[in-house]
């Protein structure tokens, strides 16, 4: 089926209770661009994981509609299933039975030819090829998501869902997985919507994210786009190291500028809040002082900063 965005949600609303009292997710709306990573980020509570649940047929929404691959999530979850791949947190598997068998259990529901070989070209691609007729019991937590990663793309599907994916693997494992998720969206063309805690994470692999609250869309954007929202609304800090000059003169003055904020002065490093850019002002009336710059440079907002800024903490 021909789609122009993988995903598709409008006014998504998912509210429980006896009488829809608490509101899960309220009134979403956003689209996911083809061969994207988008990374869909918020504090515990925010209505992350039950967003996904309603997108591959989990749970139903209250409100508003949404697609997957052109399918409506509500009438069409038959089709989603057979072209989407789910790495769910916590994920579920038949411990009892080894990584080939389970394998062959997720790859019964669909139609795959040459199944054996490619269960054995998953498991090689993600390392598991010496534990493949290990029981899944005895898999490690980092062995476990691997697996899991195995488990969704089983068949071959155009759109996949990570719940975070990297949780509870040691660092090494988290960098493999984080690099066979860009291999697999830059290589095979496929659509990654990823749920994750770890800012690093998403700011590394994602192209776009989409910050939720208490269930609303705060921001969508590229990380650059998320730092400019931030930057209209907070101001610019840029970071400075003077000599010929005292820092407390500089700080002094720069403060007497129209759009300067604050000053502030730490180990020898004089941090300057502004309200808009305004570097040529500040490089100016240092030099008219006679003070040398040795470092001017913006105060670089990782996304750590830009989600909590965005949400007000």
């Known amino acids: 089926m021909e789609y122009e965005y993988p995903i598709i949600v ?9 009488q829809n009292e608490i509101v899960a997710v309220n009134s979403l709306s956003f689209k996911v661009n083809k061969g994207e990573i988008f990374g869909f980020i918020g504090p515990n509570g925010a209505g992350k994981t039950t967003t996904m649940k309603m997108l591959i047929g989990l749970l139903e929404p209250t409100g508003g509609e949404g697609h997957v691959a052109g399918f409506d999530i509500v009438k069409e979850i038959i089709n989603i299933r057979q072209i989407t791949g789910v790495l769910p947190e916590p994920a579920g598997y ?19 030819p040459d199944k054996e070989d490619k269960i054995e070209k998953l498991l090689e691609l993600l390392g598991l090829s010496d534990a493949i007729d290990q029981k899944l ?9 691997r697996f899991g990663l195995a488990q969704a793309l089983i068949n071959d599907p155009e759109i996949i869902f990570l719940d975070e994916p990297t949780s509870g693997i040691d660092p090494k494992g988290a960098q493999m997985m984080r690099d066979l998720i860009k291999k697999l969206s830059r290589e095979n ?7 994750s805690h770890s800012m690093s994470e998403v700011e590394e692999i994602c192209n776009r994210i989409a910050v939720i609250e208490k269930g609303k869309l705060l921001a969508v954007g590229t990380v650059e786009e998320l730092q400019d929202m931030v930057r209209e609304k907070e101001g610019v ?16 003055k720069l403060n007497e500028i ?14 300057v809040h502004t309200n808009t850019h305004m570097r040529t002002e500040i490089a100016k009336s240092i030099k008219l002082m006679g003070g040398t710059v040795s470092r001017f440079e913006e105060d670089r907002m990782d996304l750590q900063k830009v989600f909590l800024k965005l949400i007000g903490s």
């Open 10 to 18: 409008n006014e998504l609303t998912k509210k429980f209770g006896k």
């Open 94 to 112: 038949y411990d009892d039975l080894t990584a080939r068998q389970n394998l062959r259990f997720y790859a019964s529901f669909y139609d795959i």
């Open 137 to 145: 019991g005895g898999f490690s937590t980092g062995m476990r998501k």
């Open 189 to 195: 063309d496929v659509t990654i919507f990823l749920s």
């Open 237 to 252: 800090q840029y970071i400075l190291e003077i000599s010929d000059i005292l820092l407390q003169d500089a700080a002094d």
């Open 258 to 271: 129209d759009g300067v904020h604050e000053t502030c002065i730490s180990d020898d490093v004089l941090y």
